[in-house]
């Protein structure tokens, strides 16, 4: 069965295509600036790659011309050869797990939009495109909070008027098919390990305990704005500092839209919401950029440190994403003073990292692991699609 799944951003797409149940990857493909003017596009398959720049007016226009490179590049001779689409959608309130598309998913992914704003809207838009494109191809979402389901309900909840969370006002837990695929992975190469805390940093970012394989706390609450800051979202952040802001005369909408795209390495940098280019002025001698990147790690070992409390230690440390597979003073930052729980970095392992490698960069006389794992979220969304259809 071939099987597409998308990644999408609200100006980016990105896919992978699978032959399951081999898990064979014949194609990957991306677009950006979706909607913006001069979108810049890729696809590799068969051992050839195309690129160019083209305006995609929408995300419908960019599966538009995928489609069609995948046949010109022989991934696929047509597209009726595509059997199924797979998203890794984010938030579908009661609606968990791995589940075909239909209107109803549709029209519940539409009612949490409002907290999900960069993500929901996108696969909303995608769905209807490649249900023009692929007229009868079933699609799956599988949702990124299903893997927490398993998070006791004491964590689950926030200590609000009992009616707001039958409202399903709580903590969901997201980024779950990179921490799904770390858990799993781990049970692989590192069957030992019990209890594992995986670090998905990136542009978006999330720390999740793992023990026996099942998610047991995430640093995110009902949106994907919460937890460890990211790249331009704000984190954790105190709701009756609302209060200042209105006085202030900002109305409730400006506030959300500022905190969810001027917050984060960003809002305190005041640089950029790349990591790379936040560092880069930090070597510069740029204080709010210095500030920026202290803040991060506190806020990361934040939820590291609560974890090892939670499970009693840990038997490895994981570190994916963009920033936790190439970040080496990062990773080093975060680990440091670690070593009343076991845990001490080998500095000369973590620099010798490449980030695309599975790699450990422990010390020889540490007593918790510290890998650098590279996430496989496609794969996994792969999987769960595959095995939804086979019911």
């Known amino acids: 069965m071939l099987i597409l799944v998308a990644n999408l951003g609200s100006t980016s797409f990105k896919y992978k295509l699978f032959a399951m149940p081999a898990e064979e990857v014949l194609a990957v493909g991306s677009a950006d600036r979706i909607g913006q003017g001069g979108s810049s596009w890729a696809v590799e398959a068969k051992g050839k790659k195309a690129e160019g720049k083209v305006d995609l007016a929408d995300h419908g226009a960019a599966i538009d011309l995928h489609l069609k490179r995948l046949v010109e590049l022989g991934a696929i001779q047509n597209i009726a050869q595509v059997q199924a689409v797979g998203f890794k959608a984010v938030h579908g309130g009661p609606i968990s797990g791995a589940v075909r598309v239909d209107e109803k998913v549709i029209a519940t992914m539409q009612q949490f939009a409002d907290v999900a704003p960069a993500h929901n809207p996108p696969y909303i838009a995608a769905m209807r495109a490649f249900a023009k494109e692929l007229p009868g191809v079933p699609q799956v979402a599988a949702f990124e909070t299903a893997f927490h389901q398993t998070i006791p309900q004491a964590r689950q909840v926030y200590a609000i008027p009992w009616e707001w969370t039958q409202m399903g006002v709580r903590r969901y837990g997201f980024h779950g098919a990179s921490h799904r695929y770390i858990g799993t992975r781990m049970a692989e190469i590192a069957p030992k390990a019990r209890r594992i805390i995986s670090c998905h940093l990136g542009g978006s970012c999330s720390i999740c305990a793992i023990e026996d394989g099942k998610s047991v706390a995430n640093s995110f609450g009902m949106t994907a704005q919460s937890g460890v800051f990211h790249n331009n979202r704000v984190g954790d952040f105190d709701a009756f500092a609302m209060l200042k802001l209105l006085k202030a005369g900002l109305d409730v909408e400006t506030i959300f839209k ?79 003073r670690m070593e009343y729980a076991g845990l001490r970095l080998d500095e000369a392992k973590n620099q010798a990292a490449s980030g695309k490698d599975e790699v450990r960069i422990e010390a020889t006389n540490s007593k918790v692991a510290v890998w650098v794992l590279p996430t496989n979220e496609e794969l996994i969304v792969a999987r769960q699609a595959a095995a939804v259809l086979a019911k």
């Open 258 to 336: 500022r905190l969810g795209k001027e917050g984060g390495l960003l809002g305190i940098s005041g640089v950029s919401p790349d990591m790379r280019e936040v560092e880069k002025a930090a070597a510069g001698g740029n204080e709010r950029a210095k500030l920026a990147l202290e803040a991060f790690v506190e806020s990361c070992r934040h939820y590291v440190g609560a974890y090892l409390a939670l499970m009693g230690g840990a038997d490895a440390v994981v570190f994916t994403g963009g920033i936790g597979q190439f970040g080496k003073e990062i990773r080093q930052a975060i680990c440091a």
